[in-house]
T-cell receptor, first 115, second 113 residues
Framework: ETGVTQSPTHLIKTRGQQVTLRCSSQ?????VSWYQQALGQGPQFIFQ???????GRGNFPPRFSGLQFPNYSSELNVNALELDDSALYLC??????????????FGPGTRLTVL | GESVGLHLPTLSVQEGDSAVIKCTYS??????FPWYKQELGKGPQLIID?????DKRQGQRVTVLLNKTVKHLSLQIAATQPGDSAVYFC????????????FGTGTRLKVLA
């Protein structure tokens, strides 16, 4: 069974640019959640996708957007990057079918640095 | 607002001793509490979870206690090993309604050889 994978591992961007991060969910999982983890902090919920629809959103501005594809993989897009967007972005998948998440299994994350 | 608080940001124990990591939560609607271990440069790894219909759950060398009256959680790691050194997060969620995990800041556990 393949776990959650994310790409790229590391990324450096400059302020104002746009970035796309990718996530492949664990086999058999149809729900993907994205979290932002600043250095020394716990992960903060960005949003969740179930059946290609956004299933809930945390306190993040609209420049954070996402997609889920028919194979349940997902993308996180961030427009107009700001310095404070520098963080580890984590993807988590779960088999819950959108019913509140159950157990979420995390990928290794993408480290984004905004200069 | 909702939050998960931790009593100790750093905990050091001697190898072989037990470690107890404590956590509080604030949302009485929360009914699912996973604990994650995060090693440097890696994503969080689930080590044990507990639902609100339980007070205690045991795994391999780990035990989680839930006190709903005072909204406290604790994670005990028995017979600690150097590989247990990591940051541990508790989280809370209402899996019957919302969909997000609310994480605390984390506790760094250092197991001293």
């Amino acid at each position: 069974e393949t776990g959650v994978t994310q790409s790229p591992t590391h990324l450096i961007k400059t302020r104002g640019q746009q970035v796309t991060l990718r996530c492949s969910s664990q086999s058999g999982h149809n729900t993907v959640s994205w979290y932002q983890q600043a250095l020394g902090q716990g992960p903060q919920f960005i949003f969740q996708y179930y059946r290609e629809e956004e299933n809930g959103r945390g306190n993040f501005p609209p420049r954070f957007s996402g997609l889920q594809f028919p194979n349940y993989s997902s993308e996180l897009n961030v427009n107009a990057l700001e310095l404070d967007d520098s963080a580890l972005y984590l993807c988590a998948s779960s088999p819950a079918g959108g019913q509140g998440g159950d157990t979420q299994y995390f990928g290794p994350g993408t480290r984004l640095t905004v200069l | 607002g909702e939050s998960v608080g931790l009593h100790l940001p750093t905990l050091s124990v001697q190898e072989g001793d037990s470690a107890v990591i404590k956590c509080t939560y604030s949302d009485s609607a929360s009914n699912y509490f996973p604990w994650y271990k995060q090693e440097l440069g890696k994503g969080p790894q689930l080590i044990i979870d507990i639902r609100s219909n339980m007070d205690k759950r045991q795994g391999q060398r780990v035990t989680v206690l839930l006190n709903k009256t005072v909204k406290h959680l604790s994670l005990q790691i028995a017979a600690t090993q150097p590989g247990d050194s990591a940051v541990y997060f508790c989280a809370e969620a209402d899996i019957s309604g919302t969909y997000k995990y609310i994480f605390g800041t984390g506790t760094r556990l250092k197991v001293l050889a």
